[in-house]
T-cell receptor, first 113, second 114 residues
Framework: GENVEQHPSTLSVQEGDSAVIKCTYSDSASNYFPWYKQELGKRPQLIID?????GEKKDQRIAVTLNKTAKHFSLHITETQPEDSAVYFCAASKEAYGNKLVFGAGTILRVKS | DTEVTQTPKHLVMGMTNKKSLKCEQHMGHRAMYWYKQKAKKPPELMFVYSYEKLSINESVPSRFSPECPNSSLLNLHLHALQPEDSALYLCASSQGVQNFYEQYFGPGTRLTVT
């Protein structure tokens, strides 16, 4: 089945710097890749997603890139702010399993002010 | 209404108790999900309901029993749980079960089994 690896497990950046989190997936048939942000004690929130017919997607300070050949996708956060501090999960999904999301292990992002 | 709601927020139960978790959405979503999340770990899928029918059971022990009474409600009945079942139980919903539909999570029920 699908396996999603996520790196790094923890990431500390200075406020205003950029942060990049990378995920690789194993199943070339996966074609939907969402990113979730989970603050301490809160629900996972969908922040951005990308489908396999698109190479890049941006939403204000957040962008996601997808390299289907290499089977990896990345989350880019620019001009980081303290409120960006959270755990970020990537996930992958493919049609054959309905909307079953396979999650990465998560990245703890700390933005230091 | 663009939210998934869950009750209760916290639940403490003994190993011989029977309790239920409730999830509700009024977004017209036709797929609903139960996840289990341990501290500092990603959510693990337990069950998927599509159009009120169980479509995925991820080999979950029978002490967890899901129920979907209607398209807006999802329950998780708990019986004879073990301490290792203590976790955050998250409900989610999406417009459908095709993978181009986004999943939205509820706030979760933090369950402690004593």
């Amino acid at each position: 089945g699908e396996n999603v690896e996520q790196h790094p497990s923890t990431l500390s950046v200075q406020e205003g710097d950029s942060a990049v989190i990378k995920c690789t997936y194993s199943d070339s048939a996966s074609n939907y890749f969402p990113w979730y942000k989970q603050e301490l004690g809160k629900r996972p929130q969908l922040i951005i997603d990308i489908r396999s017919n698109v190479g890049e997607k941006k939403d204000q300070r957040i962008a996601v890139t997808l390299n289907k050949t290499a089977k990896h996708f990345s989350l880019h956060i620019t001009e980081t702010q303290p409120e960006d501090s959270a755990v970020y999960f990537c996930a992958a999904s493919k049609e054959a399993y309905g909307n079953k999301l396979v999650f990465g292990a998560g990245t703890i992002l700390r933005v230091k002010s | 209404d663009t939210e998934v709601t869950q009750t209760p927020k916290h639940l403490v139960m003994g190993m011989t108790n029977k309790k239920s978790l409730k999830c509700e959405q009024h977004m017209g979503h036709r797929a609903m999900y139960w996840y289990k999340q341990k501290a500092k770990k990603p959510p693990e899928l337990m069950f998927v309901y599509s159009y009120e029918k169980l479509s995925i059971n991820e080999s979950v022990p029978s002490r967890f029993s899901p129920e979907c009474p209607n398209s807006s409600l999802l329950n998780l009945h708990l019986h004879a749980l073990q301490p290792e079942d203590s976790a955050l139980y998250l409900c989610a919903s999406s417009q459908g079960v095709q993978n181009f539909y986004e999943q939205y999570f509820g706030p979760g029920t933090r369950l402690t089994v004593t």
